[in-house]
C-alpha cells in the first residue's frame, strides 16, 4: 500500500486570527487549510500556478471541519495535510490541527476536509493529467 503524500506547515496564531477572547476564529481554520494544501502542491514539485498554467483549476466543491479545542493566540500549531483520495476529476485533502508540545504528535484541535473539483478554464469539469494523478496518489 502507498502511503498518501503529506505536508506538515507550521503556523503562528495571529492576532487578526482571533476574537474578543483570544481564540482562533472558526473562519480562520479554511485559510489555514489553504496554506497546507499549497504546501504539500509544493512538496510534489507541483505548484498551484503550474496547474493553472496547464490549464486546470482545482475548485472547491465542498468542506468541512470539526473544532476539538481553542486555538489561541501566539500558538504554535502543526497542521497535517494529505492528499486522501485522488480521482481522475475529484480530490479530497484531509487536516489535521495540532498544537505543538513536547509531546512528538501534540494534542489535537481541529480536523477538516476539503473536496475539490478538477476543472477546466471554462469552469467545465475536467480530467487531470495522468502525471498530476500520479504525483497526487503517490504512486
Request: hydrophobic share 35%; aromatic share 8%; no cysteine.
Amino acid at each position: 500500500m502507498t502511503a498518501l503524500p503529506e505536508a506538515r506547515s507550521e503556523i503562528r496564531v495571529r492576532y487578526a486570527e482571533t476574537d474578543a477572547m483570544g481564540v482562533a476564529h472558526h473562519a480562520t481554520y479554511p485559510v489555514w487549510f489553504e496554506v497546507g494544501r499549497t504546501d504539500l502542491m509544493h512538496a510534489l514539485g507541483l505548484p498551484y500556478a503550474e496547474v493553472e498554467s496547464r490549464g486546470y483549476y482545482l475548485m472547491l466543491s465542498g468542506l468541512n471541519v470539526e473544532y476539538r479545542r481553542a486555538a489561541r493566540y501566539d500558538d504554535h500549531l502543526t497542521l497535517i495535510t494529505r492528499a486522501a483520495s485522488v480521482r481522475s476529476r475529484t480530490l479530497t485533502f484531509t487536516y489535521e490541527v495540532r498544537r505543538a508540545s513536547a509531546d512528538a504528535e501534540g494534542e489535537l484541535l481541529a480536523t477538516g476536509e476539503t473536496r475539490h473539483i478538477a476543472t477546466d478554464k471554462d469552469y467545465r469539469p475536467s480530467r487531470l493529467p495522468d502525471d498530476v494523478l500520479r504525483l497526487l496518489s503517490g504512486r
